[in-house]
């Protein structure tokens, strides 16, 4: 019995420790959400952190915004960023931000903004990476409003330097195979604008102004799709020159300059179809046919290929292409390097025909600046007025005088007082002396008396000497000839009287004297 009832004991223990430790693991158990408690506090310092940097937070609501197409909303936010936080680290991406709004949104008002945004971006932010971006962005902006190719080419134009200044600035940046084709479809709409009016010209047979357009294309635009046929043509025109050219210098000449554009087609345009009539045409002149380039047949074909894969049927394309209102650049080269000269002073239509006018040269690197000196034509105008100053020389008779130049003119006190010497030494045989006229003597055997001046200063050819009485220089009188001598030495065929001054030259004093005098007669 007591052995029973020891062992009840010791089970009945054994149960309460069990249930005691049943009751404390699931009291431990029941503490651990008391732990986990503790976590919101953590992510109160991430907000406090937070809330620490709004910059940060304007800038993800305003990329949000713009992401969803809330333009204005997002650069509501961008310009409070800009404004409040000016030393934030979020300041270049925010006025990115603003630009790429307004390039995102479009319209012409839109895109005008966008343009001087990026440009401000380019000027603020130079040395970062995203100033490529934004030059490429620029050169973009003007894509997107770029007109078709008979329409205004403002636009066009713009967007030709904007990604030429981009591939030189940033040769090595990613971007680069996109701005090249970009520049390749913006040169392809320019040159076709230009060809459709040399073509306009040539039809109506004004070669002169087809001229002139067909050699700027030519030299400038060598990948556009029609060089080919621009080309034909200007060697059409290079041969009418030839026809109605009576010299035989000009003939051969006009004939090498065709023969040179019909080079260039079997050249660069193998596969071409001017490549044979071109070959033909040289056989005809008595020329050799040059071979074709083997990279150009390569560039032909791999354009070829793309064209018949990418272009639509004519039934198709060109119902879409009156109703867009931006130019069809499907015709645009994707092969080659497109030219990054900027563009030179256009071809005169009134000199392309000109006996010995230079053609197309082909290569915009060996091209050399044109001599602005026109050797023909020498203008005497434009030579600043030299003063001539007679100087006596040991000569028969002592009438011979000779013409000193002197780099910068004197002054009136000295013109006058080298006049007034220079009329007391001339006499009227000095002109008997020399019976050849005027005009036709050398320039250092003129008398004074023969060489018009005005004031002292060389006039004209044909001009009429002026008395420089008109400056205050007193003029001498001489009885025996019933005349007057001016400062000049020239005898005027006036008689001698009060000598006539210029209302222009007198003073007002003098001038306040003759009204009073009307008013006044005593």
């Not at 310092?45 to 940097?53: I, N, R, W």
């Not at 040539?202 to 030299?219: G, H, I, P, Q």
């Not at 879409?320 to 069809?328: G, H, R």
């Amino acid at each position: 019995m007591t052995y029973r009832l020891v062992s009840y004991r010791r089970g009945m223990a054994s149960l309460a420790g069990a249930f005691l430790a049943a009751s404390l693991c699931a009291g431990a158990s029941a503490q651990k959400p008391k732990i986990t408690k503790v976590k919101p506090d953590k992510t109160a310092k991430t907000d406090v952190s937070a809330s620490a940097e709004p910059d940060k937070v304007l800038y993800d609501r305003a990329m949000l915004d713009i992401k969803k197409g809330h333009y204005t909303e997002g650069r509501l936010s961008l310009q409070t960023l800009i404004n409040t936080y000016p030393d934030s680290e979020y300041l270049a991406k925010a006025k990115l931000g603003v630009a790429d709004s307004y390039y995102r949104e479009g319209g012409t008002s839109n895109m005008t903004i966008a343009v001087q945004e990026y440009k401000d971006f380019i000027t603020f932010f130079p040395f970062l990476d995203e100033a490529a971006y934004a030059q490429m962005q620029v050169g973009m902006t003007h894509y997107r409003m770029m007109e078709k190719a008979d329409r205004d080419k403002t636009d066009a134009e713009a967007a030709e330097d904007e990604f030429q200044t981009f591939l030189l600035k940033y040769p090595q940046s990613p971007l680069v195979p996109k701005a090249e084709q970009s520049l390749r479809d913006v040169q392809e709409t320019i040159a076709d604008g230009q060809y459709r009016i040399a073509r306009f010209y040539f039809l109506k047979m004004d070669y002169r102004a087809s001229a002139a357009r067909l050699v700027e294309l030519t030299e400038r635009y060598p990948l556009y799709s029609q060089s080919d046929q621009a080309l034909w043509m200007l060697g059409d025109v290079y041969e009418v020159a030839k026809k109605y050219s009576k010299n035989e210098d000009d003939k051969n000449h006009w004939a090498d300059l065709a023969a040179k554009c019909y080079d260039r087609i079997i050249t660069d345009y193998p596969l071409s179809k001017m490549a044979p009539v071109a070959k033909s045409r040289l056989t005809a002149m008595g020329m050799p046919a040059p071979a074709s380039d083997t990279n150009a047949v390569a560039r032909m074909q791999k354009e070829q290929l793309y064209q018949s894969q990418h272009t639509q049927h004519a039934m198709l394309r060109l119902p879409m292409d009156a109703l867009k209102s931006n130019p069809t650049v499907t015709a645009a080269a994707h092969e080659g390097q497109p030219n990054l000269n900027p563009p030179e002073d256009a071809v005169s239509a009134t000199d392309v025909l000109n006996p010995g006018a230079a053609g197309p040269s082909f290569n915009l690197a060996a091209r050399m600046p044109a001599d602005s000196s026109d050797s023909g034509n020498m203008n005497n105008d434009a030579s600043p007025p030299v003063e001539a100053v007679p100087v006596s020389s040991s000569g028969v008779g002592g009438t011979d005088l000779g013409v000193q130049i002197i780099a910068a003119p004197a002054s009136a006190d000295a013109t006058a007082s080298v006049e007034s010497s220079s009329s007391s030494s001339t006499s009227a045989p000095a002109a008997a002396a020399n019976p050849q006229p005027a005009e036709q003597q050398p320039a250092e055997q003129q008398t004074p008396a023969s060489v018009p001046t005005i004031n002292g200063v060389l006039a004209p050819p044909g001009a009429a000497a002026v008395d420089s009485s008109q400056n205050g220089a007193t003029d001498s009188s001489s009885s025996s000839t019933q005349g007057t001598t001016g400062s000049n030495g020239d005898q005027s065929a006036t008689p001698p009287g009060p000598s006539k001054v210029d209302p222009s030259t007198e003073s007002t004093s003098k001038k306040k004297k003759k009204g009073l005098h009307k008013l006044v007669p005593f």
